[in-house]
């Protein structure tokens, strides 16, 4: 990432062509899906370095392929992060310097709490928050040294006191309030132009928002790549959608 952080274009909500990650390595988990999918269409370019992470390699190989044919340079990084979340951290850790980390794997249990029995939540807990609490463990250290680097943790209203937690979900609900809380712990962390920040896509049409959601994967990116590209004054340790504050 540039020094000076203010010089990074920005783009209004729809326009990708302002994007630029030219020179810098970005690092996506979850890179199979609708939304991380999206995420990749606007980052990957020439002079572009890619970490993409996914558990199915066959899906994972043609993301990757998609991101070559752009003229990114691409890292795969296989592995199922409810059973190996910190080891997978420490190989996308190991590929960097990661100047962008794009935190997106995510699973989304239904149940509530008295019907979800506690292996379910431990792997909602690893795959939503233990994952992104180690890979910003394996990847702040190198920002903070350099003074630069963006954290986007993609998060969601569920698990949002303010908006009401996703109860019928309740062991994502749980799961997201703690990256939620872990955003707020790693932005506390930070040292020179280094921002951590949550945002909620809102509902998307993936997999796991399903067809009749009312939002396309792109719309459902965007604050998550204007947080990538903030300048130096923009805000860190904070909770957004459609590129404004939400609460906790």
Not at 175 to 188: E, F, G
Request: net charge negative; with cysteine; charged share 20%.
């Amino acid at each position: 990432m540039p020094d000076d952080s203010s010089t990074i274009p920005q783009a209004d909500a729809g326009d990708r062509r302002g994007w630029s990650f030219r020179g810098r390595t970005v690092a996506v988990t979850g890179a199979t899906g609708g939304i991380a999918g999206a995420i990749l269409d606007a980052v990957a370019g020439e002079d572009v370095t890619l970490v993409v992470h996914g558990r199915d390699e066959d899906a994972l190989d043609a993301v990757a392929d998609r991101a070559k044919a752009r003229g990114a340079r691409v890292h795969s990084v296989v592995g199922d992060l409810a059973d190996e979340p910190v080891d997978i951290a420490q190989i996308i850790a190991d590929v960097g310097p990661v100047d962008v980390l794009f935190n997106v794997a995510g699973i989304y249990t239904p149940g509530g709490l008295l019907r979800t029995d506690i292996e379910t939540i431990c792997q909602d807990f690893d795959v939503n928050a233990i994952a992104a609490i180690a890979t910003m463990q394996a990847i702040l250290p190198g920002m903070n040294g350099r003074g630069r680097g963006r954290v986007v943790n993609v998060s969601s209203g569920g698990g949002s006191f303010g908006e009401g937690l996703a109860t019928g979900h309740a062991a994502y609900a749980i799961s997201k309030a703690a990256l939620n809380a872990a955003t707020v712990c790693a932005a506390a962390a930070t040292r020179g132009d280094v921002k951590v920040n949550a945002m909620c896509p809102g509902w998307v049409r993936t997999r796991m928002g399903g067809s009749s959601a009312s939002r396309s994967p792109d719309e459902g990116a965007d604050t998550a790549l204007w947080l990538a590209t903030l300048p130096k004054d923009g805000p860190s340790g904070g909770f957004f959608r459609d590129r404004k504050a939400i609460p906790w």
